[in-house]
């Protein structure tokens, strides 16, 4: 079918017939302004072809003109069979008709039928499927029964290219397999093909997992009853051996003979020990021979020699008797004249004494008097000063007087804090003459104030008594009372009446003191070094010289110094002579002192030999010979003792080894038995328990569950397998399937996107993404002006797929490019072009500038003649 | 001399639980398992009584652990200590051994009725009527060594019926064990060597026998469980040796061989025990090959089935798949469900495929098929 003309009557704002003729085979084009019409010619070609003339629908309505009346519209198509004039009339008066060269063919329900299998497919027939509204720019607009009428034609269209879609995909047996399969997947694994939580898959491996544990579990339990039986085995084997009687009597053998052989031991040690004892006497006893016979020996030698040098010394020192008379006489004479030469001296020496003293005593008159005076000045000042110090010693001193002042301020402060506390009376009489007020019996005179701070009787005599009590809260130790008596005790152990006395007697002090400094001062200044140094001094003066004759001190001078001379040799003599008397007396005390020790020596030889007695040298001798053989007869008999002593620390040994093992026994028999009664219990409990064939039992399951989840996994295998090669099958079929129009419209698509592709939704054999370098976009996503290219390419290739059919159906496009920029729509010419050589195309445009590069041939919307023609 | 008339059994395993065999939600078959294993003591005893027996030798694993439970020990005991005139010889075997059961002897020792005797020691212990029983109580669950050895060395009266009791393997049991030689009752000079460990019955030779268990409890022996009724006609004299069938339950394995063309549920039927499904655990290894219909056709059968037996199971391990054209078309002759059958169909026999994904792959071809012949249904 292709279009040749159309005719509009009182159609929306075309009251007035207008037509469009000369529709040609390939590409046309209606480029018009807005509101031209062009909208309104495309519904009135649907509405024709698809709305039933007997109509009143909305789409019918929506032609009604604006003037009212009924809506025309004419169509002249060209098939295989000739030309045709389709006419319809809406709302008033509807008709419909089918002329054929001006011969009515068909007309009402007979054109309607005429109409419908020229576009064979009803509503949505292969015109459904290439006329695209404006602004349409999705592939799946329109009503729903639109859209299912749109998808049977594609469905027609493609079967009629590759067979059934139902054959293809499988249909309905395909998709009861593939969910049956997916059903009894889903029963076992979740998407991901892991086990589905609380499925039977995920139950089996579970169980197979607890039952592994359970079974390592009594493993685990019998494993320890069979190490407790095997203990227990080796326990009462233990015992038995040693509690058996045989053995029991042995250990005691063994230990009973130990000991006797530790006995006989530490006896054969103690008779060793005895003997060496023996051995110890004997080397002592012949140790006291051989020193007795030294000694014996050794005296009588001495004695000999003793006695000689007696004799010796007592002849030298007889020698030496003579020779020392001789000095001594001499040494007399010599001491004689060094006294008579001192006596001389000592004249002399006194006589110029005395002429030196008296030109002393003549020199230092005037100084002694100075001395005495100042030693007296300096006495008189020391005194001042100690009086002056003991003075200021009886006065309190700066510490005292600052502690007193603190108490006193204390008591001040306590007088305060009592009396902002306490009550305050103030007196004022009325008149002179009024009763005067007594407080405790003293008057108060006008103007008086007085603080009330303890109880107190106020009393106004004839007229009343006042008795007074403080507030509460004021018991307990009273601070002013504290403070007062603080204060009173300072003073009284100063002997102060007041504060006053206090600091005066701190003055007093402050003026002993400066006093005693003073004094310190003077007499520091009259003697720096003391009074005593001044004394000395003075005693150093001679006093005056009594005797009255005056003597020449050169004389007396020169006589002393030859006195002096005199004496010195006298003296020499003294010494030479005293010198020889000397080394005479050394000598003969020397010889007396030899012949004495050589007497001594002998006394003490005679004293030796007296106490060695009468024993001989010779008896000494045979006693000692006889002792060394007594020490060498014991020192035989130890060394035999010895030789033949067991070994007492091998003994020893073996008795602690045989109590040991009597001990270990008795030992290891107590600890057995309670260790034997233990694993009884244990034994006893686990064979009760009856592990051995629980432990059966749980492996048995485990092999069960092992089967049960290897049978579950192969199941999960086959499904898998299964839903796998029906997935993978039904996608090659749908690819088949698609193939047809895939092929047709690649070029189209590459003319936009080179290398693209589109994929197909198999539910509305549309395409439903849109693959660029591999990426597929979903279309719902893409741009609006990518959309309606899509679109239009769409439709494009199905018209031409229609076409190679032999299924002429136009292509109308009402203002479908409102999206594209000026680059695609270049492109979408060109692709228009393409396709117009096999189909007719209907472009109908408001957008006469950019329209005007699409070429193709140019339609008018111009008014009609009044024969019904378009 | 007078003929000595004993009851050889073994290998009761009491205590066994059977929880590997599927139960239905409303089925109670591992209940009855256990039970049939203990109500085997009265079939045991009323075997002795029908053979003029007194004594029932259990040749090892009376007890299927080491610690049975008080309440399965108890019971067992009064069970026996109530066959009043039988005499129970309990020989310890590698599951109830001495060390590992030490409990269980001493409580047996101490609790159990007089007519039965826990056989602990390896000791001839004096039958009367000039019967020496020679026990070989088993001491280790794996001792390592031939128990039996000492029998040879065993002495007894002469003129004396020389009776071995053992439990161990004689061959081809376990690899790595030490055996009993088959020839012992020569070398020990035994009338009979009644032995345990082997679950099925198993005549070694004249003299040396294998009673199975009384119950059975695996699919490996193909027939109910017996006891062995003996008699000793006198020493040096060959043993007179009947079986008698104790079993309740009957665990068998069949073969269901399936070929192209072949009708699957007849064939199943024809396999399938006509009486006796209650007490039947049958095992079916399907093999051969089979189209997808006909897989399909089995499993229906199986399912339809299953209820009448304590156990029914189908092994299809061993089973080929036949893909016929024809069954694929039945999924679809085109579009993607055939494109999916051929996908799995293709993988199924991509011989470079690994075999677990060939098999997954099969499988899931047969569940295509099974779907789309409920679907169209």
Redesign the interface.
């Known amino acids: 079918m292709k279009l040749r003309g159309i005719r509009l009557e009182n159609v929306r704002r075309f009251t007035d017939p207008v037509a469009i003729r000369g529709i040609s085979d390939g590409l046309n084009i209606l480029s018009e302004p807005n509101e031209a019409g062009k909208s309104t010619l495309f519904d009135a070609l649907r509405t024709l072809f698809f709305v039933p003339y007997r109509s009143k629908g909305k789409e019918v309505q929506a032609l009604r003109p604006h003037a009212d009346g009924a809506p025309e519209i004419t169509v002249t198509i060209e098939t295989d069979t000739g030309t045709f004039d389709i006419h319809k009339r809406y709302l008033s008066k509807p008709a419909a008709r089918i002329l054929r060269d001006g011969m009515l063919i068909a007309q009402a329900d007979a054109a309607e039928d005429w109409i419908a299998a020229q576009i064979s497919g009803g509503d949505g027939g292969p015109a459904g499927l290439i006329w695209v509204r404006q602004g349409a720019v999705d592939l799946t607009g329109g009503t729903p029964k639109e859209q299912n009428s749109a998808l049977e034609a594609r469905r027609d269209l493609l079967s009629s290219v590759t067979g059934e879609v139902e054959a293809m995909t499988g249909g309905r047996r395909m998709d009861a397999a593939l969910a049956r399969a997916r059903a009894e997947l889903r029963e076992l694994a979740t998407r991901t093909g892991t086990p589905k939580a609380h499925g039977p898959w995920k139950i089996a491996r579970d169980r197979l997992a607890h039952l592994d544990e359970r079974c390592a579990e009594l493993e685990d339990t019998a494993r320890a009853l069979y190490q407790a039986l095997d203990l227990r085995k080796a326990h009462r084997a233990a015992l038995a051996e040693l509690q058996d009687p045989e053995r029991i009597a042995g250990r005691r053998q063994r230990l009973a003979e130990a000991e006797a052989a530790h006995a006989q031991a530490e006896r054969h040690a103690q008779a060793a020990e005895t003997a060496a004892r023996a051995v110890e006497t004997a080397t002592l006893a012949f140790e006291a021979a051989e020193t007795r016979h030294d000694a014996i020996r050794r005296a009588r030698a001495d004695l000999t020699d003793a006695t000689r040098a007696a004799q010796a010394a007592r002849s030298a020192a007889g020698r030496v008797t003579a020779t020392l008379a001789e000095a001594e006489a001499q040494a007399r004479t010599a001491r004689i004249r060094a006294d008579e030469a001192d006596t001389a001296a000592d004249g002399a020496r006194s006589h110029h004494a005395l002429a030196q003293r008296q030109l002393a005593a003549r020199e230092g008159a005037a100084h002694r008097s100075d001395l005495a005076r100042r030693i007296e000045a300096a006495e008189h000042a020391r005194r001042a000063a100690e009086e002056a110090e003991a003075s200021a010693a009886t006065f309190p001193d700066a510490p005292a007087l600052r502690e007193i002042e603190a108490l006193a301020a204390r008591d001040a402060a306590a007088r305060s804090a009592r009396d902002a506390a306490a009550a305050q009376l103030v007196v004022r009489y009325d008149t002179p003459q009024a009763p005067r007020i007594l407080l405790h019996g003293a008057t108060l005179q006008d103007g008086a104030r007085v603080t009330l701070d303890r109880a107190s009787e106020i009393r106004v005599d004839g007229i009343a008594s006042l008795a007074f009590t403080p507030a509460a809260g004021t018991s307990g130790p009273d601070p002013v009372t504290d403070a007062q008596a603080a204060l009173a005790r300072a003073l009284s152990d100063l002997g102060a009446g007041d504060l006053d006395d206090v600091r005066r007697m701190a003055e007093c002090r402050l003026d002993a003191e400066r006093r005693a400094s003073e004094a310190r001062a003077t007499l520091k200044g009259i003697a720096p070094q003391g009074i005593d140094a001044l004394r000395t001094a003075l005693a150093r003066i001679p006093a005056a010289d009594p005797e009255g004759e005056t003597l020449d001190p050169a004389e007396t001078a020169a006589a002393f110094e030859r006195a002096e001379e005199a004496r010195l040799a006298a003296q020499t003599a003294l010494g030479t002579a005293r010198e020889a008397l000397s080394a005479t007396q050394a000598d003969a005390a020397r010889a007396d002192a030899a012949s004495e020790a050589a007497t001594e020596r002998l006394e003490r030889a005679e004293a030796a030999v007296a106490r060695l007695g009468d024993l001989s040298e010779t008896d000494a001798a045979d006693a000692l010979d006889r002792a060394r053989g007594d020490l060498a007869r014991r020192k035989t008999a130890w060394e035999t003792a010895a030789a033949d002593a067991p070994d007492l620390s091998a003994t020893d040994a073996a008795l602690s080894r045989a109590r040991a093992v009597e001990e270990t026994a008795r030992t290891r028999i107590a600890t057995l038995t309670p260790e034997i009664a233990t694993l009884d219990e244990r034994i006893r409990r686990a064979s009760g328990d009856a592990v051995e064939e629980r432990l059966a039992e749980a492996r048995q399951m485990r092999e069960a569950a092992r089967d049960t989840l290897a049978r579950i996994e192969r199941e999960v295998a086959i499904l898998q397998r299964l839903q796998s090669a029906l997935e993978t099958a039904q996608d090659t079929a749908r690819d088949r399937y698609f193939a047809p129009v895939a092929a047709e419209l690649r070029p189209l698509l590459h003319l936009l996107w080179p290398r693209a592709e589109l994929s197909w939704a198999q539910d509305t054999l549309l395409p439903d993404a849109l693959i660029r370098d591999g990426i597929p976009e979903p279309v719902e996503i893409l741009s609006g002006g990518t959309q309606e290219q899509i679109a239009i390419l769409v439709r494009l290739a199905f018209a031409r797929m229609l076409a190679k059919g032999g299924r002429h159906a136009p292509v109308i496009l009402d203002d479908a490019l409102v999206f594209t920029d000026d680059d695609r729509i270049e492109r979408m010419f060109d692709a228009l072009h393409r396709q117009s050589g096999a189909a007719q195309i209907i472009v109908l445009s408001c957008r006469q500038r950019a329209f005007r590069d699409l070429g193709g041939h140019e339609l008018r919307l111009s008014p009609a003649m009044d024969d019904g023609a378009p | 001399m007078t003929a000595f008339r004993f009851i050889h059994a073994s290998d009761l395993h009491l205590?066994?639980?059977?929880?590997?065999i599927?139960q239905a939600d409303d089925g109670n078959v591992r209940g009855r398992l256990g039970e049939a294993r203990h109500a085997a003591l009265g079939r045991l005893a009323r075997a002795a009584r029908d053979h003029g027996a007194q004594h029932i030798l259990l040749a090892g694993d009376t007890f299927?652990?080491?610690?049975?439970?008080?309440s399965?020990l108890r019971q067992t005991l009064s069970a026996m200590g109530a066959e009043g005139g039988i005499d129970w010889w309990l020989l310890p075997g590698n599951h109830d051994n001495l060390?590992?059961a030490?409990?269980?002897w001493d409580?047996i020792r101490r609790d159990a009725p007089a007519n039965v005797h826990p056989l602990c020691d390896a000791a001839p212990v004096d039958l009367g009527a000039e019967v020496a029983l020679l026990p070989c109580p088993v001491t280790h669950r794996d001792p390592g060594r031939d128990l039996t050895e000492a029998l040879v060395h065993a002495k007894t009266p002469h003129g004396t019926r020389r009776l071995g009791l053992a439990h161990g393997a004689v061959t081809d049991f376990a690899e790595g064990r030490a055996v009993i030689p088959p020839d012992r009752d020569q070398s020990a000079g035994l009338d009979y060597l009644a032995l345990g460990d082997w679950h099925g019955r198993l005549e070694v030779s004249a003299r040396v026998q294998y009673s199975g268990t009384p119950e059975q409890d695996r699919f490996r022996h193909d027939r109910r469980g017996v006891c062995l009724a003996v008699s000793l006609p006198g020493p040096g004299v060959a043993p007179e040796v009947e079986a008698i069938e104790t079993g309740i339950f009957f665990w068998q394995q069949s073969e269901l061989r399936l070929g192209e063309g072949a009708d699957a549920r007849a064939a199943l039927d024809a396999i399938l025990p006509a009486t006796d499904r209650r007490d039947t655990l049958l095992r079916i290894a399907a093999t051969g090959w089979a189209a997808l219909p006909q897989r399909a056709d089995l499993g229906a059968a199986i399912d339809a089935a299953a209820p009448d037996f304590a156990l029914l199971e189908l092994d299809l391990r061993a089973l080929g798949t036949l893909y016929d054209p024809a069954d694929l078309d039945e999924i679809?002759r085109?579009?993607?469900?055939?494109?999916?059958?051929d996908?799995?169909h293709g993988?199924a026999c991509d011989q470079a495929l690994p075999e677990a994904e060939r098999e997954?792959?099969g499988?899931?071809l047969a569940?295509?098929y099974a779907?789309?012949r409920e679907?169209?249904a």
């Open positions: 205590g066994r639980g059977f929880s590997t599927p299927h652990t080491a610690t049975p439970s008080q399965l060390r590992d030490e409990p269980l409580a679809d085109g579009g993607a469900l055939r494109l999916a059958a996908d799995l993988a997954i792959a499988a899931a569940r295509l779907y789309m679907i169209d």
